[in-house]
């Protein structure tokens, strides 16, 4: 086997705004394996400032993965649980490696093109007409859920673009989910939870900052808006520690980002302790190149979701890899007819 991997500079259309940052570009590695006259391909999709893995040696560790594999390496199921996004992108190529075409990794009525994977439409943060803009937007591309980025606005504008959004249309009509990215502090945080819960949102991500557990259990128990958590997750490894964290903090959701989760099998470790807890969640995306959302989305789809799922578009790039993934009705939908773009095999020199 051949073992190597390439950085790409993903680079946004519009700068994409968190109430932790704001971003122009989005680098990712791509793994990629050569072995008996086929390629597979995967994405590790470091989050810079955000994933466990965002180490200063990020990239000789991946180079110690491609040695290893060229030297007759098996990775053990619990391998790089310390490396999120690289056992991700290693699940992704090996999968990609043994597959027929290498990037239809999970063969299903997704991919065939006779079904399709409910998701929200993403509002991200910005001014407020920017913001009602997109709102209008996503309504009108008929999506059913929306999700807003809240936090870095005043609190009364947000929550007056929300009741806009309701005044129009009902709870059974559109779901809203907000996401605070941790941007409010525990002391106010119950307040405003409970203003948002008058617009009949269906979920809040994140209102508080990680790490502070007891905070976060006691909002939890007292929220009337179900709570999910998403950075809470990021640098808990082993099972037995996400076990004792949803039991602990009993949340509403457990949101699964593979890259930031370590791969199918980090988030299916996170599957069984919220079903062991009787806690729901949903798979989320976190803005890869479509080589990477398309092995989230076939993945995903084999899990059966019951809600809409948090699955990116992949239109935010002005140099995304064009793919059978497109998107409509509010729905992510695999289309056979459509062949992936050979810039992937220029760009990534396979």
Known sequence: MKASFRKYTLQFKRPATTSRETMTRKES?????????RYGIGECGLFKGLSYDDVPDYEAQLGQVCHKLEAGWHPEPDALRKFPSIRFGLEQAMQSLHSENPFLLFPSGFTLGEDSIPINGLIWMGEKAYMLKQIREKLEEGYRCLKLKIGALDFRDEWQLLRMVREEYTAREISLRVDANGAFRPGEALEKLKKLSELELHSIEQPIMKGQWDEMAALCAASPLPIALDE???????????????RTLNPGYLILKPSLLGGYSGCEDWMEAAQAAGTGWWVTSALESNIGLNAIAQWTY????????????????????????????????????????????????I
């Open 302 to 349: 084999q899990q059966q979701p019951a809600i809409p799922q948090g699955l990116g578009t992949g239109a935010l790039f002005t140099n995304n890899f064009s793919s059978p993934l497109t998107v409509g009705s509010g729905c992510l939908t695999y289309d056979p007819g459509q062949t992936w773009s050979q810039q992937i095999f220029k760009e990534l020199c």
């Open 29 to 37: 590695w791509f793994l990629i394996l050569e072995a008996g006259g």
């Open 232 to 246: 809470e997750l990021i640098g808990v490894t082993e099972p037995a520690e996400m076990h004792s964290l949803v």
